[in-house]
């Protein structure tokens, strides 16, 4: 079974940068996403990638300001965030799923805890 744990949010000014981390453990690892949730509406992708060969997608709302990489010697997921906005304000999960990309929350199977990230204005 695949556990994840994300860490690095925190607060941040309009503007300003931020970088998500998604440590992975336990099992053959397909494609990592991150997603985002404000209380009240859906879970919401942000970006994915597959871990053997690194192909990407992203949230075309975001606008190429977040970069999602990763480190296979440390089984680690990084979500790069640029020029924050307030609107980015969320609670970010990494997610996992077997096979290839995917943009829809119903398709990963293992989630984290997630990690809260507050823009002020």
């Known amino acids: 079974q695949v556990q994840l744990e994300e860490s690095g949010g925190g607060l941040v000014q309009a503007g300003g940068s931020l970088s998500l981390l998604c440590a992975v453990s336990?099992?053959?690892?397909?494609?990592v996403g991150w997603f985002r949730q404000v209380p009240g509406k859906e879970r919401e992708f942000v970006a994915a990638?597959?871990?053997?060969?690194?192909?990407?997608l992203y949230a075309k709302s975001l606008k190429g300001r977040f970069t999602i990489s990763r480190d296979s010697a440390k089984s680690t997921i990084s979500l790069q965030m640029n020029n924050l906005e307030p609107e980015d304000t969320a609670m970010y999960y990494c997610?996992?799923?077997?096979?290839?990309?995917?943009?829809?929350?119903?398709?990963?199977?293992?989630w984290g805890q997630g990690t809260q990230v507050t823009v002020s204005s």
């Open positions: 990638i597959t871990w053997t060969r690194g192909i990407t």
């Open positions: 997610a996992e799923k077997f096979g290839g990309l995917s943009s829809l929350t119903n398709a990963f199977d293992y």
């Open positions: 336990g099992g053959t690892i397909g494609t």
